[in-house]
């Protein structure tokens, strides 16, 4: 199967990093990504940039103020309502594999707000379901690549690539790593799913490998809502560990030629999630 979504040179992106079980901010997204559509007459593709699931089981009392504002867990819902959406909407709705589905599919399992959060929600499924859970996600991508110059992946552009055909031929599974701490280790997928940063010269030249001019993704929470990193990476947290205030949603112009970060405009192409709510100043942070 190939890992790599190939985006066409016309119509309007809409991209959404890190929901992780956040139905809330699905529908906020969802409801983004129908408005624009019909704006431009069925045009309009939206991308989620993995780790659509996962979230906290936690009451609102036990909420910690630094992961954002609050929600409980519902990644069931989450990819039950991704799978409505792109049945209604062919060929327009994407997702790429983030470290936490990947878990559920040969990847080692996250522990970030249980034991294991792959068993927990899969008990949480039930059997016949999680078998279906399994198949949804098998089809979610590694990366995506746009002719406007954008290359989308889950995490930092770290991998060491010299074409496009190793990503589009990676391998899924991980069996020969011993410890979830040797994963970025382990070639292409390893850095794709779990790396937090790239260093300028791996970054250029991942995405001159896969054939755009900048880079990005979300995996870190940048509680500003956006981070920029050199000309050539820009981070995106349009959900999970992040305030209604600077929560934030990339649209994209797919006839653009996107030759640096610095081209993505706050209040053209690094939108609020929430308009009512964001402060006036959406500045972001950069290197």
Not at 50 to 61: I, Q, R
Not at 83 to 98: D, F, N, R, T
Not at 194 to 219: D, K, L, N
């Amino acid at each position: 199967m190939a890992r790599v979504i190939r985006l066409p040179n016309h119509g309007r992106l809409i991209v959404c990093t890190d929901l992780q079980g956040c139905l809330r901010d699905f529908r906020a997204i969802t409801e983004i990504f129908l408005r624009v559509n019909a704006q431009c007459r069925g045009l309009a593709h939206l991308l989620f940039t993995g780790d659509l699931v996962h979230g906290p089981h936690l009451y609102e009392h036990e909420w910690p103020e630094f992961l954002g504002e609050y929600y409980r867990d519902q990644s069931g819902e989450v990819i039950d309502e991704f799978v409505a959406l792109s049945g209604k909407h062919p060929g327009q709705i994407h997702a790429l594999l983030g470290n936490h589905e990947h878990g559920h599919i040969g990847g080692p399992h996250t522990a970030k707000f249980a034991l294991d959060e792959v068993l927990l929600l899969e008990a949480r499924l039930g059997p016949a379901k999680t078998e279906w859970f399994r198949e949804v996600l098998y089809g979610f991508a590694l990366a995506a690549v746009a002719p406007c110059g954008a290359v989308f992946t889950h995490g930092a552009p770290a991998a060491e690539i010299d074409s496009i055909e190793q990503v589009e031929s990676a391998d899924l599974q991980t069996m020969e790593i011993e410890s979830v701490l040797d994963i970025l280790d382990l070639p292409v997928i390893g850095p794709i799913l779990w790396a937090r940063s790239a260093s300028p010269e791996a970054a250029q030249r991942f995405v001159r490998a896969m054939g755009g001019t900048i880079s990005i993704y979300g995996h870190d929470v940048i509680p500003e809502g956006f981070e920029r990193i050199g000309d050539e990476q820009i981070v995106v947290s349009t959900s999970f560990g992040v305030f209604d205030t600077n929560k934030v949603y990339l649209d994209l112009d797919l006839e653009r030629r996107y030759q640096s970060v610095y081209d993505l405009e706050v209040g053209r192409e690094i939108l609020p999630l929430y308009p009512d709510k964001a402060l006036k100043s959406l500045g972001g942070r950069a290197d």
